[in-house]
């Protein structure tokens, strides 16, 4: 496997393949990242995973400083996966002059929900994509594939807008949240929960599930359904920022009325202690 920490060097051993598969992370690589490297080995000709952490999509009060790095560990990951190449450029190398261009998505896509209670998030996870995908896919001839997680929703729907809006030549595929066998979804902030918290975190889950049951249930009240959801979450000690469906195509509140199965997404997220954690589930 191979490691490349500058541009030149990714983009020297880049040139002699065609059809690059690539998976972005952040690095603290749990199974559901691995996942994604072993979907992304099916799509081209060489696969490959960045481990940056992007210090624009994190707020100040969030956790960019003690955000884990196991870079070590994470290539070994890696490695087993039969991943071919990792990018792992440092801030001064991506970042080697303050980015005052930047990825600016559509509001009414980008401001709601995540980006409601994360006030420029998805301008930062734009803008870094968008960077990675020039590094990484510069010197493809072929296909380029980017592979990423359901399990954060509303930043695969914004990326698909973004490469679609700017007619990038990139094919994004979405894959299905990897979960605990109790439900819960894999995500690098699991390692800040307790063993309470864990055995706790899995009603995020649950009340996903009842949410989308009411609804497929022949319940309307989408105003109520939501309200009673966070409530009863909020009962059992969560600090609820959102439970709520959303039609899947541009996430926002469906037509009163017009549900339709396969077409909708409940998205919560919520905090437990001091871990705050985001779930969906399609119906």
Same mark, same amino acid.
């Given at each position: 496997?191979?490691?490349?920490?500058?541009?030149?060097? /990714? @983009?020297?051993?880049? *040139?002699?393949?065609?059809?690059? *598969?690539?998976? %972005?992370?952040?690095?603290?690589?749990?199974?559901?990242?691995?996942a994604?490297?072993?979907?992304?080995?099916?799509?081209?000709?060489?696969?490959?995973? &960045?481990?940056?952490?992007?210090?624009?999509?994190?707020? %100040?009060?969030?956790?960019?400083? !003690?955000? =884990?790095? !196991?870079?070590? +560990?994470? $290539?070994?990951?890696?490695?087993?996966?039969?991943?071919?190449?990792?990018?792992?450029? #440092?801030?001064?190398?991506?970042?080697p002059?303050?980015?005052?261009?930047?990825?600016? %998505?559509? *509001?009414?896509?980008?401001?709601? /929900?995540?980006?409601?209670?994360?006030?420029?998030?998805?301008?930062?996870? $734009?803008?870094?994509?968008m960077?990675?995908?020039? $590094?990484?896919? #510069?010197?493809?001839?072929?296909?380029?594939?980017?592979?990423?997680?359901?399990?954060?929703?509303?930043?695969l729907?914004?990326?698909r807008?973004?490469? @679609?809006?700017?007619?990038? =030549?990139?094919q994004?595929?979405?894959?299905?949240?990897?979960?605990?066998?109790?439900?819960?979804?894999? &995500? +690098?902030?699991?390692?800040?929960?307790?063993?309470?918290?864990?055995?706790?975190?899995?009603?995020? +889950?649950?009340?996903?599930?009842?949410?989308?049951? &009411?609804?497929?249930?022949?319940?309307?009240?989408?105003?109520?359904?939501?309200?009673?959801?966070?409530?009863?979450l909020?009962?059992?000690?969560?600090?609820?920022?959102?439970?709520?469906?959303?039609?899947?195509?541009?996430?926002? =509140?469906?037509? =009163?009325?017009?549900?339709?199965?396969?077409? /909708?997404?409940?998205?919560?997220?919520?905090?437990?202690? &001091?871990? @705050?954690?985001?779930?969906? /589930?399609?119906?």
């Open positions: 496997m191979y490691i490349a920490r500058t541009l030149e060097e /990714l @983009r020297q051993h880049m *040139a002699r393949f065609d059809q690059p *598969a690539f998976v %972005p992370t952040m690095g603290n690589l749990h199974e559901g990242h691995l994604l490297v072993r979907h992304a080995r099916t799509l081209g000709d060489v696969t490959v995973a &960045s481990i940056f952490v992007n210090r624009l999509q994190f707020l %100040p009060h969030e956790d960019f400083d !003690t955000y =884990p790095r !196991t870079f070590e +560990s994470d $290539c070994e990951r890696l490695q087993a996966q039969g991943c071919d190449v990792v990018f792992a450029p #440092s801030e001064a190398t991506l970042y002059e303050a980015q005052t261009f930047k990825v600016h %998505p559509d *509001a009414a896509l980008a401001d709601v /929900l995540e980006g409601h209670f994360r006030p420029g998030f998805f301008t930062g996870v $734009c803008t870094v994509v960077k990675l995908f020039q $590094c990484v896919f #510069s010197e493809a001839r072929g296909q380029r594939h980017a592979v990423f997680g359901k399990k954060d929703y509303q930043q729907m914004v990326v807008h973004m490469v @679609r809006q700017f007619a990038l =030549p990139v994004i595929h979405g894959l299905d949240t990897e979960r605990t066998a109790e439900g819960l979804a894999l &995500s +690098s902030r699991n390692h800040y929960l307790s063993a309470a918290e864990k055995q706790e975190a899995i009603q995020l +889950s649950v009340a996903l599930k009842t949410l989308a049951a &009411s609804v497929l249930g022949g319940e309307h009240n989408l105003n109520a359904l939501e309200h009673h959801a966070a409530h009863a909020a009962a059992r000690g969560w600090q609820v920022d959102y439970l709520t469906v959303r039609r899947r195509a541009d996430l926002q =509140p469906p037509a =009163p009325n017009g549900f339709r199965a396969g077409e /909708l997404v409940a998205l919560g997220a919520a905090r437990l202690g &001091s871990t @705050r954690l985001i779930d969906n /589930l399609e119906f």
